[in-house]
């Protein structure tokens, strides 16, 4: 595990010290709003006026939520929105894992929802929320930050607001591979980080731990085990005999709507059906509280076409007539896990859902490419009959998803890799080589010999489902990272080899043919040396290190 330091407010790195005031708090916040109820008027935001924000901060009027409830939203970035950081956080942003990355298009909104009765109000009840915007993914740690925030706010209203910003814009700059010191009204909040580097694959897992103490010396009072997981096991308890099932379904992208009690039953839901194939960045769009105001409602709902490659989480139950021409749809009952075995459940036909208060389990007419893993469901059984801790469960359900995906996308990788040219193909006087293209009859015989059999012992339809994969966002997605990736790669390759040559000029003989294509006449070699100087200063500091040597007197 490589710990990279502590930072502080104090210690900051150089390009931090060049932000302007509030441009860290920025890099975690776009706003903090507060959503009260009016009688007269419904939801309304105190502090920012956004209507998305004032619908999808209260939970629908059935869920019957008493006391404190938290959950998440996800809407779309009005078009004319440009952040002054762009540049900045694309930095920061570009060696964090794909579970972490910022959002490009979309806000996620991190609500706390308090529901009192209170006699003194006409309605008979205190309702309001506190509110985070935010582009970063880190649903346990904004959760955990609201714990501390909400219930000094609902005591003290607007002024330790004020001072939880002022603590918020001296933080530093949320960044991959650092240990931070969060203080925030009074509370120290450790963000320690540890990575784990798999070498069978591209892509990497991080494991994130966050301790929250009354202070820097203090022991910890509470440890956070990720930023940004839900708990699987919780969150699939009610369907777990369809987890396979339910990751086949994530990972070809296909519609599905989850029908839950509470916003905070349906959100954690959806989050975890997105997480549940990571490695893999999930990349459709997904709703973890879909209400009726939304704007996307008409889009997500009419029958005019095939519903959208989207995870709706809705709790409304007008979504049970609205979205029943959906393919796959998931009804999760409440979540609140007596000790009891989850019974075995047949997948149930779509025709057979009729209202939300049908019994919890997978609507669908889908039939899965693989075969049942029974060992993961036994295990999963047994550490219910035993009392296995919660944790524990969900280290075991992750664990399998985890090697699931891999085992899927190691023959992607293996053959994405071969597409890369040969090192000696790269000349610095030819234009860097291209990437082979990616030809799936091609792909499809490789899985014979070197197919997820290897790392797997699942049997069943393996070259139906890649098939299928091929065709959806997911993949579209991930090659196109992975080509940007390789494409970056080459031409990093391509200007070390033509500053190598330029620092070499006119030591070595250079054969006519290669004469001929040369760039540039020999005059210009000093001109040229001066340019390619000035792109390497422009480069990231990381890659700086590869290509900038002292140049030859």
């Known amino acids: 595990d490589d710990v990279l330091g502590v930072v502080t407010a104090s210690s900051v790195r150089p390009e931090e010290a060049l932000l302007l005031p509030w441009d860290r708090f920025s890099a975690w916040l776009h706003c903090i709003c507060v959503v009260g109820f009016d009688l007269e008027l419904g939801q309304a935001v105190e502090v920012s006026q956004r209507d998305p924000i004032c619908y999808l901060s209260f939970p629908d009027s059935n869920s019957g939520c008493l006391g404190d409830t938290q959950f998440c939203f996800r809407f779309r970035q ?64 904004f959760h955990s930050l609201l714990k501390i925030m909400a219930p000094e706010y609902f005591e003290k209203q607007e002024p330790c607001l004020e001072a939880a910003c002022n603590d918020i814009d001296r933080w530093p700059t949320p960044h991959p591979g ?19 580097t798999h070498t069978h694959t591209h892509t990497h897992t991080h494991t994130h731990t966050y301790s929250v103490s009354g202070d820097s010396d203090s022991q910890v009072s509470i440890v956070l085990p990720t930023i940004h997981e839900v708990d699987l096991f919780r969150c699939f308890y009610p369907v777990f005999f369809h987890i396979q099932m339910l990751w086949e379904l994530v990972l070809l992208g296909e519609a599905l709507v989850v029908m839950a009690p509470s916003p905070a039953e349906s959100s954690d839901t959806v989050l975890a059906l997105v997480s549940c194939i990571s490695p893999l960045r999930y990349c459709s769009d997904f709703r973890p509280y879909f209400t009726i105001h939304d704007s996307e409602f008409k889009e997500y709902t009419t029958r005019t076409q095939a519903p959208p490659s989207v995870i709706l989480g809705v709790t409304n139950p007008f979504f049970a007539k609205t979205l029943q021409h959906w393919p796959h749809i998931i ?17 149930k036909k ?16 889908y ?36 090697e699931l995906t891999q085992s899927f996308i190691i023959p992607l990788e293996r053959y994405v890799a071969s597409l890369m040219p040969l090192q000696k193909s790269i000349s610095p006087w030819k234009s860097p080589p291209q990437l082979r293209p990616f030809i799936q009859q091609d792909f499809m015989k490789t899985l014979e010999k070197a197919g997820p059999q290897l790392t797997s012992r699942l049997k069943g339809d393996w070259i139906g489902l890649y098939r299928n994969f091929l065709k959806s966002p997911n993949f579209d997605g991930w090659f196109r990272n992975r080509r940007r990736e390789m494409t970056q790669k080459l031409e990093a390759l391509h200007l070390e080899a033509l500053c190598e040559e330029v620092r070499r000029d006119g030591k070595r003989e250079r054969n006519q043919a290669e004469k001929e294509q040369l760039p540039v006449r020999p005059g210009t070699v000093a001109k040229l040396r001066a340019h390619i100087e000035a792109v390497i200063l422009a480069l990231p500091e990381d890659l700086q290190g590869i290509l900038h040597k002292p140049s030859t007197p």
């Open 178 to 196: 650092r240990i931070l010191t969060l203080p925030i009204m009074g509370v120290v909040i450790k963000v320690l980080k540890h990575t784990h």
């Open 367 to 402: 039939k899965p490419y693989l075969n049942k893993d029974e060992e993961i469901i036994k295990q999963l059984q047994k550490g219910v009959q035993q009392k296995r801790p919660s944790p524990a469960q969900n280290a075991i359900l992750r664990r399998y998803f985890l």
């Open 78 to 141: 009005g078009s004319n929105r440009k952040s002054s950081l762009g540049c900045f956080l694309e930095t920061t942003d570009r060696d964090a894992p794909p579970c972490l990355k910022r959002e490009q298009g979309h806000y996620y909104g991190y609500v706390y929802f308090r529901q009192v009765r209170d006699k003194s109000l006409k309605r008979g009840y205190f309702q309001k929320s506190l509110v985070l915007i935010s582009k970063l993914p880190y649903v346990t740690f």
């Open 331 to 347: 009804r999760i009952g409440d979540m609140k896990q007596a000790g009891e075995m989850a019974k075995q459940m047949k997948v």
């Open 350 to 365: 779509l025709k057979n859902l009729k209202t939300l208060d049908s019994k919890p389990g997978v609507y669908t007419a």
